[in-house]
């Protein structure tokens, strides 16, 4: 992309209204603008990186064998009635009348309609396990919509559902979820830990939470710091085998971790005091598991392996896809603006013309944008006739990476120069070899 071309409506000064700096830098690079209270207009740079992170969430889930689809946004009451979540979900439902005075409301999560989706259309245990998930905006009229796209009305969740026809079964759901999410977090350059939770409107026993720690974070979490020092890194999971999920979860869930709902005093005193660690932390994602609870109230049983009827054992699995965006920058940044992760960057590298208009300097970069792009790389050509100062303040607010800087003076020794935007670190190299380097990057 040509940054002439496209439409990235910087601002210069800081917005009066964003109380955190993820809010801030969203709105001084452009991405998000806000159309009414907690609802947002995502811009090309912020729909960019929203893409990336729902196409990570998209592999990840796919990986662990989950299956995509698409329900809509808006939802008939009547369903909700049968599960007894009508009235119970309270003012944070957004609740509709159409023209013939039919109920309806936008979707805050979508227990009821899978479970009617289920029931239709499976009759025995032969079918499951069974998980279904979607990416699906969302809307919960929060008393505070606040901090930007990290607590709004609308937002956007990938929301997955496991049918299982016993409570073994359902556990290994929930342990390959929580693998997954360990995965997904990790693709996206976060660090997100799983605490035991509370499980809120959605109900049921065992619910863990994911959080990322940072000090905007709306949580208070309290941990034993070894947990930090754990990894999925590259090992090969094999998502159908219980032990192995197990495993994993074992690992994750044995050093301390809870938010302040389920905090034990008790427990955590017995952690070393130099590992007892509490702060502030953002809730990124969040599995449950519920058993039979919308099963039984809507009636969605399968023939099980006696021939006698069984309501199936649910739980449903959730990722802040646009939260994700906040949470990243929050624990990405410095005084200069973003810092994108590679996995999420919203263009791969930014390329820019110190002298626009020098014919050399032009034909350096037409040269090494041409090439980017040949390698399927999507780079960001900054092709403005604008002061090398004002280039460099736009790449560093917007956070890509990597950045390479095309001059007259460096081109008369046949170089250019790669800088990474986290260090800060310069090196000279030719044209060539720039290309080469962000292609290994990536693994082009
Ligand atoms: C799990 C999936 C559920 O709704 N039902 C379907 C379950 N869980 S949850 O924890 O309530 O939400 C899942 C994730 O969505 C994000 N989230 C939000 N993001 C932005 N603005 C909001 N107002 C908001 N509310 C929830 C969180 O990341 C949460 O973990």
């Known amino acids: 992309m040509r940054l002439s071309r496209y439409f990235m409506p910087v601002l210069k000064e800081n917005p009066a209204e964003a109380e955190i700096v993820s809010h801030r830098l969203m709105l001084r690079a452009g991405m998000i603008k806000q159309s009414s209270a907690g609802i947002y207009s995502w811009l090309p740079l912020g729909f960019k990186v929203l893409k990336k992170i729902e196409d990570i969430v998209h592999r990840e889930q796919q990986r662990a064998g989950h299956i995509p689809m698409l329900m809509p946004t808006l939802q008939s009451a009547d369903l909700w ?19 013939n005075g039919r109920d309806m409301l936008y979707g805050p999560t979508n227990e009821e309609l899978i479970t009617d989706i289920f029931r239709s259309h499976v009759g025995s245990y032969k079918t499951l396990p069974l998980t279904l998930y ?15 796209i990290m607590r709004g009305r609308e937002f956007y969740m990938k929301d997955g559902y496991n049918f299982d026809i016993d409570y073994d079964s359902a556990m290994h759901s929930y342990n390959r979820h929580l693998v997954s999410y360990l995965r997904t977090f990790e ?63 074992k ?11 389920t905090h034990d005093e008790a427990l955590f005193d017995a952690i070393p005091e130099d590992r007892r660690k509490s702060s502030r932390g953002i ?3 969040q599995i449950f598991y519920f058993g039979t609870k919308y099963s039984e109230t809507m009636n969605a049983k399968v023939q099980g392996p006696d021939g006698k009827p069984a309501a199936v054992h649910m739980g449903s699995h959730g990722i802040g896809v646009s939260r994700l965006l906040g949470a990243i920058i929050e ?30 300097a ?21 092709d403005r006739k604008e002061r090398a100062g004002g280039k460099f303040a736009t790449m560093d607010l917007i956070g890509l990476p990597w950045r ?38 990536y693994a082009v």
């Open 81 to 99: 009635r049968e599960s007894g979540r009508y009235d119970d979900y309270g003012e944070e439902m957004l609740r509709i009348t159409d023209r």
């Open 134 to 148: 979607h990416i699906q905006w969302k809307f919960r009229d929060e008393r505070r919509p606040r901090f930007g």
């Open 187 to 249: 693709a996206m350059g976060l660090k997100a830990i799983p605490m035991r939770a509370d499980s809120g409107p959605i109900g049921g026993e065992d619910t863990h939470e994911f959080l990322v720690l940072a000090e905007t974070g709306e949580s208070e979490v309290f941990y034993d710091s070894n947990i930090l020092d754990l990894k999925m890194g590259d090992r090969v999971i094999d998502y159908d085998n219980w032990d192995e999920c197990a495993a994993v979860m």
């Open 251 to 261: 690992e994750w869930t044995t050093p301390y971790a809870r938010t302040d709902e």
């Open 283 to 285: 809730e990124v994602g």
């Open 331 to 360: 624990a990405s940044h410095d005084d200069k603006g973003i810092i994108w992760p590679e996995g999420v960057t919203p263009f791969h590298c930014g390329i820019v013309n110190l002298k626009q208009g020098d014919d050399e």
């Open 362 to 382: 032009d034909g350096a970069c037409e040269t090494i944008y041409a090439a980017l792009q040949a390698l399927g790389l999507d780079p960001l050509y900054d």
């Open 404 to 441: 390479i800087t095309v001059g007259p003076r460096g081109l008369k020794n046949g170089v250019v120069e790669l800088t990474n935007r986290r260090s800060g670190e310069s090196v000279e190299m030719p044209p060539e070899d720039a290309v080469k380097k962000i292609a290994e990057i």
